[in-house]
């Protein structure tokens, strides 16, 4: 392990957006304003979005850096992993947990903007960041807890923008699409460490059941997911009876890419690069731009 050497702040600040891989972003972000939308309602003030955002990045960023500290070890033991920030040695011990403390003040100081209830449950995806790192010393279920954590991103959305929390209907179905979804793609990710995770004694889907039938529970997965977003798409549609019938074909087309997608995320599972990563942020996005089409054809906004 080389040691941290000083920096310029530039360099820090690149080494500090690498260590939490901010460009994940993309994965929550679409489900956030998928959970904002899934509902009709009063519009949102600027002042309101930005409490949205800033508590989307505090809790996001503070989910990584928990990973990435409760992980430290075995990242080093992991020859894939060894240059992450940590076990590399371009980033202190120190500097990860002063992250992780001014990321979790964010997240809470903008909880207790947005309302008192926000704050009472901020508690809630916390404990869902700091468990789920912990799983995968235990059992192969560990790929669920990440597929929660993502969960939680439209949920926390519909909250965020709807205090009334009345309509939660198509949210929770949104939920239980990327409870499907990203389960399954950290099973397709797992495939990468299978061998030190053997060694090391790792628990994932695939030690447990091997490649083959793990990417089967994966594909699984993935279709409990497909079913979860027409609900959803439907409930919003549908939610003042008859749809609109051109915004209902451009919501269907959506869902259909979105499963073509998911459809070739298996496919590619030799290519986890091109599974995980390109195609993941595609899905997001296509799945905002159903819940958009949706709510046109239950007739706007």
């Avoid at 990045?57 to 990435?68: F, P």
């Avoid at 912990?134 to 519909?158: D, E, M, N, Q």
């Avoid at 497909?226 to 087309?253: E, F, N, Q, R």
């Amino acid at each position: 392990m080389t040691s941290a050497t000083p920096a310029l702040p530039a360099d820090r600040l690149r080494t500090y957006a690498s260590f939490v891989r901010f460009e994940h972003t993309l994965f929550s972000l679409p489900l956030i304003l998928a959970g904002v939308f899934s509902v009709g309602g009063p519009s949102l003030d600027a002042w309101r979005w930005r409490l949205i955002a800033v508590a989307a990045v505090g809790a996001r960023t503070a989910a990584m850096t928990l990973n990435r500290v409760i992980d430290r070890h075995i990242d080093a033991r992991n020859p894939r992993t060894q240059v992450r920030e940590l076990p590399a040695g371009r980033m202190r011990l120190a500097e990860a947990v002063g992250l992780l403390l001014v990321s979790t003040l964010v997240y809470v100081a903008a909880c207790a903007r947005l309302g008192t209830w926000y704050l009472q449950v901020a508690i809630v995806p916390f404990a869902v960041f700091a468990l789920y790192p912990w799983l995968k010393r235990f059992t192969p279920l560990c790929h669920v807890g990440v597929g929660v954590a993502l969960a939680l991103a439209p949920l926390a959305g519909f909250a965020a923008a709807h205090p009334d929390l009345v309509g939660s209907t198509a949210a929770l179905w949104i939920g239980v699409f990327a409870l499907g979804w990203v389960t399954g793609f950290d099973i397709i990710y797992a495939t990468l460490d299978e061998a030190s995770d053997r060694a090391n004694g790792i628990h994932s889907m695939v030690v447990w059941l091997g490649r083959d039938r793990a990417l089967r529970v994966s594909w699984g997965l993935h279709l409990v997911a497909m079913a979860a977003l027409a609900c959803a798409g439907w409930t919003i549609a549908t939610a003042h009876g008859v749809p609109d019938v051109l915004w209902s074909v451009v919501t269907l087309l959506l869902f259909k890419a979105t499963v073509v997608l998911l459809w070739l995320e298996q496919k590619w599972a030799e290519d986890v690069n091109l599974a995980f990563f390109k195609t993941n942020v595609v899905v997001g996005f296509l799945v905002l731009g159903m819940v958009l089409a949706a709510r046109m054809a239950a007739g706007g906004f």
